[in-house]
């Protein structure tokens, strides 16, 4: 098929706006291609080469462009030029000076094939790095000889980049699907969301029909397109929805992520199919030494972890200081886990059509959870309080709430589906606590990294008047400025004592213990209900205390307030109830 004869039905496409006009082009299209130009010709159309994951885009510069224009129509550069100042679009200069072209030439080269374009291009953004800018300049000015002007258009404009026909995946799936399965998508669309790779699903229909996409398997290389959640309002809703039992799990607040492993080589990708393997060096090697698979795709959650309290922390935190530090810095200071939550593919084996329950146990029998690779945690339950107290874990734990999944034989990996498998349920607030609160430093943990020789974090308290004791309610890292971080050992250095105050009630064991002394003011997230603190233990619910999500210092030294001063265990308390009232 010529390229040219491409280029018309790309301006049919153009000259409508109707999806099913679209469509009937595009088959119309495809129809006319042979076998092996049907994968190009369907990267092409999406004005691409590859899948997006290869991450190589064509993005030629216009000033090779103007020369491979100039030297093939045999204009001088110069008048190219103005006509590209005056219309802002090389498509149309090319087409223009195409037009012009084809009154005067009396031999016409030979016109170029879909494949021929299809492989120069190819070449040419293969050798990006390396291959003179003549050379390119050369390749291209080759294939653009003896195209038609609306040819030239479409080229200029798919080598730069903007092709823009409007033209979407699903819709190249839909046009697949009425000329090989009868309009039907469903097996074409499931080898696209294994794969996510057009040209392979087009290349495969075309040589062997449905038989062929009934083989496309996973692929560690290719990412498969994730599977969703829906959202449901309340714990009994969730239940119910799932048939009164369910596997919850922490819903991690981090970066969603596919690692593919093939013999020790490691490569991720995020929630949209892109490579982010250079921008978590910590992940792969981790992974690469605790997942014993030698083939497998795994997905979890990138979470920060505070090195100094151990706690999870705020993706954005953890990519702010990335972008801010370079991710080599900033890996010391922040480390990452990846909770990893399914397998879907696993030595040879595609396991998205196996239930969840299965797979679960195929991840758990491949992950050495000694490292930073974690599974994500999980229970099973079929009752509300099991459920709001897994909710509440969760939420302590510095996640953003649950994910509820289904573990009926059913439970397949639905790649790229949003459906009622996975249910998340997460508080409806991202809030900041209105107040601040005052605390006291009733102890500290020594620094690590870069806080080695001061405290990582100190050991906050409030006070219960009842008990006339001072409670933890968190460890606080955040806030503090390099300086007044290393001052810390010698500013509270005279309420240094060698055993935890009689006063003091902590589940808790810092390195320095401090006798009540020292106030200082701090801002949160939220209030929590936490079974490592010792504030208002027991009141809410038995075996938990509570505690304060995401603390960090204002900075503001509360002199003026003396240790009994400070925010009181009472106050907690109704903090956290009218907190409560806001979700309600
Ligand atoms: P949302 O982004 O709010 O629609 O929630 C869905 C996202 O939660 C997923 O895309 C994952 O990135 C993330 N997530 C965190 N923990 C889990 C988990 N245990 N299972 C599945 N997804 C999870």
Redesign the pocket.
Known sequence: MLYSEVASFYSKIESTTKRLEITSILVDMLKRASKDEVGPLAYLTLGKLYPDFVGIEIGLGEKLVERALAKSVGVPLKEVETLYKKTGDLGLVAEQIFKAKAIQQLVQPQPPTVKDVYLTLDKIARSAGGGSQDEKMGWLSGIFGGLTPVGAKYLVRTVMGKLRLGVADMTILDALAEIYAGGDRSLIERAYNLTSDIGQVAESLAESGLEGIKMIKPTPGKPIR?M??E?LKSPEEVLAKLSGKAAL????D???CQAHITHGNVELFS?RLEKITSQFPDVISSIAKHVKASEAIVEG?IVGVDPNTGELMPFQLLMHRRRKYGVEEALEEIPTNI?L??VMYLNGNDLTQVPYVQRRKALESVVDTSGSVKL?TRTLVSDLSTFESFFEEAISDGC?GV?A?DISDASVYQAGARGWL?I?Y?RDYKSELADTVDLVIVGAFNGRGKRAGTYGALLLAAYDKAKDEFCTVCKLGSGFSDEELFSLPQKLGDARVERKPARVESLLQPDVWFEPKYVIEVKGAEITLSPIHTAAYGRIKEGAGLAIRFPRTTGKWRTDKAPEDATTTDELVEMYQSQLKKIS
């Open positions: 994730p969703l959640a959202r799990e922490y819903k991690y981090g970066e969603r929630r959650e909770f939550f399914d994500a953003e994910m999944k996975w998340k997460k």
